[in-house]
């Protein structure tokens, strides 16, 4: 599968190539902020098939709370394009900015549901953890 994509004003444009390595919502309080209140709903790609294809993306790694992410955005427009995953190999795409979100389809699992709000919805029959799905 191959997935463009782009930030809400135009600057940054991405690909990527390869299969998905999981479509996960994710509802801890941090994403929170990036989607507004909803979960925020992920694709995981390979990062050694990622590039921008236009524009330098900005990004971002919070210093006061364990284990932080590294987070692109576009530094004209605001929009959080990804999540850096190293531990992984992947880069979690933020759906939204995918030229065909429908490519996510439906997410494989819910995670951080400690933080979840009364207004989130999970799907029916998805596994949903509290935190990370357990390793191994
Ligand atoms: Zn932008
Ligand atoms: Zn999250």
Known sequence: MEVTGKCYCGALEYKVSGEPLFRGQCHCRECQYMTGGHPLSVMGMP????EYTKGKA????RSDIPNPVTRDFCSNC??????NLPAMAAVLLKVGTM???SLYGK?????F???AQEFHIIPEGIPAFEKMPPTG
């Open 113 to 115: 549901t400690c933080d």
């Open 58 to 61: 900005a990004s971002f790694t």
């Open 99 to 101: 030229d065909d979100p």
């Open 78 to 83: 605001g929009t959080h394009t990804l999540t």
């Open 107 to 111: 997410p494989d699992m819910a995670i």
């Open 47 to 50: 990062s050694s098939n990622f």
